[in-house]
């Protein structure tokens, strides 16, 4: 097989696999209908819009060349550990302190960036977390260490 287009295919599939599985999990939970939704409703929609989603992605990449896939894991284990890093902090510091420390860590994966950048981008991401989780959604977490 000559250079397909190996990225978008990988992706597209792992996309379809993803919104399979929660469309197919979320059938445990009632559905409902349109008009009053059930708990299963929006994961439903959303996995089979998802691996539809998957699907258009990866079939053109079966016909088309692309670039050889590179792995780059110590962007992987940056992601990793950001991940990591704020689901073991946001109790114990609070969902700013957080949020901050893994996107600052996650932001590290990008060499391109710069140190002010990193923190800007952390202070950004903190700051719309808090706007959607707290304020927005009205979801019971510490902001601070303090709350915590």
């Known amino acids: 097989m ?6 978008d295919l990988i992706g597209g599939v792992l996309l379809t696999a ?5 469309a197919l999990y979320s059938q445990r939970y009632g559905f409902g209908t349109a008009a009053r939704m059930g708990p299963g409703y929006f994961p439903t929609v ?3 819009v998802l691996a539809v989603l998957g699907v258009l992605v990866a079939l053109p990449a079966l016909f088309r060349k692309g ?9 992987f284990l940056f992601v ?6 704020f689901a073991f902090t ?6 700013v302190a957080a949020t901050f420390i893994a996107s600052f860590v996650a932001s590290l994966a990008d060499r391109d960036i710069t140190w002010i950048g990193r923190v800007l981008v952390s202070a950004g991401v903190t700051i719309l977390t808090v706007l959607v989780f707290s304020v927005g959604l009205s979801m019971v977490l ?3 260490w303090w709350n915590a």
């Open 67 to 75: 670039p050889p896939v590179k792995v780059q894991l110590g962007n």
């Open 90 to 95: 946001l109790r114990s510091l609070g969902l």
């Open 18 to 22: 993803v919104g399979l599985f929660f």
């Open 80 to 85: 990793m550990a950001a991940l990591l890093l």
């Open 2 to 7: 000559k250079h397909k287009d190996l990225q």
């Open 142 to 144: 510490p902001l601070w």
């Open 46 to 48: 959303l996995g089979w």
